[in-house]
């Protein structure tokens, strides 16, 4: 059984979230050259944060062998994550750092900054299979009873972050601005490279063939999960129950077809017709 919620603005966070994080949000200064990744709990994050650290690398794996990816990305909005950002100093570089924050808890520094933020999309039914799998495991937030139930709590955005559909409308809103880039999963699955080539684009990084093929070959499904650096095999069992959790599981697009019996399918897609209404459909891989 997992903690309860934290709610803000009744929207539902991990009990590892920042206290009075309305009033925090004034207080963090975003710099011009921080690194920001976003993303909705589920869609992909560490993969692009694996990507992130070995662009930055120029493919030189041994960083992402040797720290985990919470103490080279912390996530802003944790405890932990916010104290190790504000300890940072200018001569360790820019910072990296993510964050699962809707667009209005962001800290308001962020948006008069030219700060770099790539923000990572992904089909909201794979989002439900892999967090339903995930957040189970995991003791900082509610748990729930069956797939059913949860399927349910993510449409009513009764879960960690709140809405998906409210996430991305609002995140959304920044496309177009030259210091955002949406990044889709499917992309990263269908067209790994161009992909990749895309972000480190983004960064101003300029790859060399080899470079990029080392960043190609450590960011695969196996040699991420084999990866203890970032499979989450070193969280806390206090914070992660390891029997029911596997961080990189199946690393697949379409795997909500497996789970979603086909009443689950409707009622979302009724919803999603409703919800997503107003948003560049053409542009998600997953239409
Ligand atoms: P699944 O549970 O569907 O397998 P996040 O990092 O936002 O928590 O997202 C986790 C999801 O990204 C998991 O999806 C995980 O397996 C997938 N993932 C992580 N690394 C990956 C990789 N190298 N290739 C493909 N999928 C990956």
Same mark, same amino acid.
């Given at each position: 059984m997992?903690a309860?919620?934290?709610?803000?603005?009744?929207?539902?966070?991990?009990? #590892?979230?920042?206290?009075?994080?309305e009033?925090?949000?004034?207080?963090?200064?975003?710099?011009?050259?921080d690194v920001?990744?976003?993303?909705?709990?589920?869609?992909?994050?560490n993969? !692009? !944060? =694996?990507?992130?650290s #070995?662009?930055?690398?120029?493919?030189?794996?041994?960083?992402? *062998?040797?720290v985990?990816?919470?103490?080279?990305?912390?996530?802003?909005?944790?405890?932990? %994550?916010?104290?190790?950002?504000?300890?940072?100093?200018?001569? @360790? &570089?820019?910072?990296?750092?993510?964050?699962? !924050?809707?667009?209005q808890?962001?800290?308001?520094?962020?948006?008069?900054?030219?700060?770099?933020? /790539?923000?990572?999309?992904?089909?909201?039914?794979?989002? /439900?299979?892999? %967090?339903?799998?995930?957040w189970?495991?995991? +003791?900082?937030? @509610?748990?729930?009873?069956?797939?059913?139930?949860?399927v349910?709590?993510f449409?009513?955005?009764?879960?960690?972050?709140?809405?998906?559909?409210?996430y991305?409308?609002?995140?959304?809103?920044?496309? &177009?601005?030259?210091?955002? #880039?949406?990044?889709?999963?499917?992309d990263?699955h *269908?067209d790994?490279?161009g992909?990749?080539? $895309?972000i480190?684009?983004?960064? %101003?990084?300029?790859?060399?063939?080899?470079e990029?093929?080392?960043?190609? +070959?450590?960011?695969?499904?196996?040699?991420?999960?084999?990866?203890?650096?970032?499979?989450?095999? *070193?969280?806390?069992?206090?914070? #992660?129950d390891?029997?029911?959790?596997? $961080?990189?599981?199946? &690393?697949?697009? %379409?795997?909500?077809?497996?789970h979603?019996?086909?009443?689950?399918?409707?009622?979302?897609?009724k /919803?999603?017709?409703?919800?997503?209404?107003?948003?560049?459909?053409?542009?998600?891989?997953? =239409?």
């Amino acid at each position: 059984m997992g903690a309860d919620y934290t709610r803000v603005d009744r929207i539902p966070f991990p009990t #590892l979230t920042v206290e009075n994080l309305e009033l925090w949000q004034d207080v963090f200064v975003v710099e011009d050259e921080d690194v920001i990744t976003l993303s909705y709990p589920k869609s992909g994050t560490n993969w !692009l !944060l =694996e990507v992130i650290s #070995l662009i930055h690398s120029t493919g030189d794996p041994s960083c992402v *062998q040797s720290v985990v990816t919470w103490d080279r990305s912390p996530w802003l909005e944790y405890v932990g %994550g916010y104290e190790k950002l504000r300890k940072h100093t200018p001569e @360790k &570089g820019p910072r990296f750092y993510n964050s699962h !924050l809707p667009i209005q808890f962001l800290p308001k520094s962020f948006f008069n900054s030219k700060a770099k933020a /790539i923000y990572i999309i992904r089909n909201p039914r794979d989002i /439900i299979t892999s %967090g339903y799998f995930f957040w189970k495991g995991m +003791k900082i937030v @509610k748990s729930t009873e069956s797939f059913e139930q949860f399927v349910q709590w993510f449409l009513q955005g009764n879960v960690s972050y709140g809405s998906w559909f409210d996430y991305i409308h609002g995140w959304l809103s920044m496309r &177009g601005k030259d210091n955002f #880039l949406v990044v889709a999963y499917e992309d990263l699955h *269908q067209d790994r490279r161009g992909t990749v080539e $895309m972000i480190s684009q983004f960064l %101003g990084c300029k790859l060399t063939p080899e470079e990029l093929n080392s960043v190609l +070959k450590n960011i695969s499904f196996q040699v991420m999960k084999d990866n203890k650096m970032n499979n989450y095999s *070193q969280v806390s069992d206090t914070i #992660l129950d390891h029997s029911k959790v596997q $961080m990189i599981r199946k &690393g697949i697009t %379409g795997d909500w077809k497996n789970h979603f019996t086909v009443a689950q399918s409707e009622t979302f897609d009724k /919803i999603y017709e409703k919800k997503m209404a107003g948003l560049p459909r053409e542009a998600f891989p997953w =239409e």
